[in-house]
């Protein structure tokens, strides 16, 4: 940075530098202080470009209700009440749509974004959906990075926003090629998986957590027992675990994570740094690494989901609530049907929420169709037969 600082100064005085060996015995070139020297690097154009374009996103956060809270139907002698929060009604259709706000939100109040910037994103899909939404917004060109097997549907939803996708065959290549093409066109790495846990204000100011428990008020267990969330960049259990706490409520905080995925292992383990090297088959969760917004320490239990149970429990949440979900709210199902079962098991009442991350017509192609399900070998009648059995009375199986 010293050698960056010296060739850019400027202003009033004169600056003196000197040549000092550096680790590898190449001379570094560093600034000596010089008394009244003066350095000017503010831009009024462009703050004034910023602040219309927080403008702009607030905007879209004040025409955008917040999303709605179903119940799904349990027997009512269980007295255990299961509500979906639905994240699909976005304007974009997913969770994501959150997590993109919050950072370009956080990304233009540092500084990093500026008129004409290009802004790069390592996605799977639905949060690069929303940041190419975001971007339109402030007409600003859009990159994702993304593995080669995303679904059709959601390239297409990126490109309708003015996005364009670039491709890699592996999904842990995807962190170095977004940060390369940010580098070669002097734009801005948005970096979902380091940024998403303190891009969100978790005290409050109309986050996930706090609009769940305001939207519990007049049930009859206004204080949920448990929150049920996947991992994908982790900053939505950061939110809310750190938020539970904050507020001083005894919510439990349970994170699902699909077959491969780093995160339960490397939280099995207390290895921050745990890595599989392997892409999920469910998209928007899990990871083949953790990642560095995944805070650990807010997690109360962990749960790892075969991908058959997750596309089991997503077809499941269609016959039950009328409602196309993807295969990242199937994983959220699971496990939430999971912990009721062990709630009514211990004979204990109260609420569980999750979400429903996204809508099912973005894999028509994929989780929807037979003939992709089969050629996955994956068998999904036994879920259905345990699910089915389990709401009609019996008790829980499965992992």
């Not at 960049?233 to 699909?258: E, Q």
């Not at 196309?324 to 496990?335: A, K």
């Amino acid at each position: 940075m010293a050698g960056v600082n010296a060739a850019n100064v400027g202003g009033h005085g004169t600056s003196r530098s000197r040549a000092t060996p550096g680790p590898s015995g190449a001379p570094l070139r560093i600034l000596d202080a010089v008394p009244g020297q003066e350095l000017d690097r503010s831009r009024p154009d462009d703050r004034r470009w910023c602040a219309e374009a927080i403008r702009r996103v607030e905007a879209d956060a004040n025409r955008s209700a917040d999303t709605h809270l179903h119940i799904f139907p349990l027997p009512g002698d269980w007295h255990i009440e299961l509500y979906l929060k639905d994240e699909s009604t976005h304007p974009t259709g997913s969770l994501k749509h959150r997590l993109a706000r919050s950072l370009f939100l956080y990304a233009l109040a540092s500084g990093w974004v500026h008129e004409n910037t290009t802004v790069v994103e390592a996605s799977s899909g639905s949060t690069a959906v929303s940041e190419a939404y975001f971007a339109k917004l402030l007409g600003l060109p859009f990159v994702a990075v993304m593995p080669r097997s995303t679904s059709r549907e959601k390239v297409e939803l990126i490109e309708r926003q003015g996005g364009r996708c670039h491709f890699v065959e592996r999904g842990p290549d995807v962190y170095d090629a977004a940060q390369r093409l940010a580098e070669g066109c002097d734009g801005h790495y948005m970096d979902q998986f380091t940024y998403a846990e303190r891009a969100t204000d978790w005290r409050g100011n109309n986050n996930i957590a706090e609009s769940i428990f305001d939207q519990l008020g007049h049930e009859p267990h206004p204080v949920p027992s448990w929150i049920v969330v996947g991992a994908g960049t982790g900053g939505t259990s950061a939110t809310i675990g750190r938020y539970v706490r904050y507020r001083r409520h005894p919510t439990r905080l349970a994170v699902v994570d699909p077959e491969g995925s780093a995160f339960f292992p490397g939280w099995q383990a207390g290895a921050v740094d745990y890595t599989t090297g392997l892409a999920s088959r469910i998209e928007g969760i899990g990871r083949p690494r953790v990642e560095a917004s995944f805070v650990p320490t807010v997690v109360d239990r962990m749960i790892q989901v075969p991908d058959a149970a997750s596309i089991a429990a997503m077809r499941l949440a269609r016959q039950a609530t009328g409602r196309w979900v993807g295969g990242s709210t199937g994983t959220n199902l699971w496990g939430a049907l999971q912990i009721v079962a062990q709630m009514r098991a211990a004979g204990e009442q109260g609420s569980v929420v999750t979400l429903i991350c996204d809508g099912g017509e973005r894999y028509g192609r994929t989780y929807e169709d037979d003939a992709w399900v089969a050629v996955e070998g994956l068998e999904l009648a036994p879920h259905l037969e345990a699910i089915g059995a389990f709401l009609a009375g019996s008790g829980w199986y499965g992992p």
